[in-house]
């Protein structure tokens, strides 16, 4: 008897994941059709673009969700995209346009390439390979060839290097949001994935004295001095703004202090859709990493808080499709995948609010950007396909045993 994923698909993840799709697409359109219409352009120019990324999104879905799980746990695959994905990264930085002092962008004809987004969900897939390879030698890692794949390079093998080298990548553009993402994902499936504790708390030593000291470094120098060396003068900019963004309201502080504005404007039940006052001109990035300021101040924190519960609702069902997996694989994917978007909307909240300096990070689903939700869309299929994967599994097993009884 064959069983069709076609009828394990759990609308638990799916339904959630299309309402936020839609929500965004009017988001973006707020937040973009009165600037687009004072530069005499289309009011639909970007949600128009948004929407077409949606469609393909949705046509990757469906083609992930038909593939068999065993065909994206292949080693020679995987090592190609990644191989590819270095490509694009160093592309970024020596031929792509700086956007506010950070290059992270290809351009292709009208389409813009950001090869740092789909390093996240990259960098998950790694990640959920290698440590499923060490379920049958919990607390033991060595430096040892784990392939059979013999022209790999030993150390891609190494998932510590691989990180360094990722997360040193993104942080020469600098993206230092994007950076922060992979480390704190990285740190979460590494802590559920059984490697011995001392590596653990190693790494959580070198990621706290890393922090510490760049901070202290920066009180030291002084910002002001900081700023001038070329490659972090943006981020120093993003610092000072989080010491104190009202010191320089014309400058640095613009842009944190006009998303408080936004978020004291919402109030409890906001001002409307579409009747925001900071997106028009106030506020930069308004669409971007500083749009869910503008969602609090049109739906206010009582709207706000309901979108924040149907993006946790939809976190929290992703990693239980993780915790029930029994394939090692299928369990770190979707706690990974489950992590990424948690981490995110972390470190975005926490920019607009001025709990951690801005790091350019965009909200799931909310914020304009179509390689953004591309990814996204991509990981919920993974999701998909091994939450149907797994009943399946589980559906077989029953059945053999109920049979088995009867003979």
């Known amino acids: 008897m064959k069983i069709s994923k076609r009828h394990l698909l759990n609308y638990s993840i799916l339904v959630p994941y299309l309402l936020l ?14 600037i687009l219409i004072e530069e005499g352009k289309s009011a639909l120019q970007l949600v128009r673009s948004q929407g077409m990324f949606w469609i393909f999104s949705l046509i990757l879905i469906a083609l992930i969700y038909k593939l068999k799980l065993n065909f994206l746990r292949k080693e020679r695959l995987l090592f190609i995209v990644m191989f590819v994905e270095l490509i694009l990264l160093a592309l970024a930085r020596l031929i792509g346009t700086p956007v506010n002092g950070a290059y992270g962008w290809i351009s292709v004809g009208p389409l813009t390439i950001q090869p740092a987004e789909y390093l996240k ?3 998950v897939w790694y990640l959920a390979q290698r440590f499923s ?10 430096f040892q060839v784990l392939t059979q794949n013999q022209w790999i390079p030993r150390a891609f093998n190494d998932w510590r290097f691989v990180l360094l080298v990722m997360i040193g990548s993104l942080a020469i553009f600098p993206d230092l ?10 740190l979460i499936m590494y802590t559920v994935s059984g490697i011995a504790h001392r590596w653990f708390i190693v790494f959580i030593g070198v990621l706290f004295g ?41 400058g640095a502080g613009h842009q944190l202090a006009n998303s408080y504005f936004a978020m004291v404007n919402g109030g409890w039940f906001g001002l409307g859709l579409g009747n925001s006052i900071e997106k028009r001109g106030y506020l930069p990035e308004a669409h ?7 969602v609090i101040e049109e739906f206010g924190f009582v709207g706000a808080s309901l979108i924040l519960a149907l993006v946790f609702f939809l976190i929290l069902r992703i990693i239980l499709v993780g915790i029930r997996a029994k394939n090692p694989f299928n369990s770190m994917m979707a706690i990974g995948v489950g992590g990424m978007m948690l981490v995110q909307v972390f470190v975005n909240i926490g920019g607009i609010s001025g709990i ?6 965009t909200f799931p689903f909310l914020s304009q950007g179509g390689n953004s939700l591309l990814v996204l869309s991509v990981a919920i299929a993974f999701v998909l396909n091994i939450d149907a994967s797994e009943k399946r599994a589980q ?13």
């Open 21 to 34: 799709s839609i929500l965004g697409l009017i988001v973006v359109y707020s937040t973009t059709s009165a």
């Open 395 to 407: 559906l077989y097993e029953e059945l053999e045993a109920h049979s088995s009884n009867y003979m």
């Open 356 to 361: 951690i300096p801005s790091t350019g990070v």
């Open 177 to 186: 949001g994007n950076a922060t993402i992979l480390a704190l994902v990285a």
């Open 133 to 142: 390879k060490q379920q049958d030698e919990i607390g033991i890692y060595d």
């Open 121 to 123: 969900i990259i960098i």
């Open 288 to 294: 971007t990493d500083f749009v869910f300021s503008i």
């Open 210 to 250: 890393v922090s510490a000291l760049s901070l202290s470094a920066i009180s030291m120098i002084g910002v002001d001095k900081f700023s001038k060396v070329p490659v972090f003068g943006y981020v120093a900019k993003r610092f000072s703004a989080y010491f104190n963004p009202f010191a320089d309201l014309a």
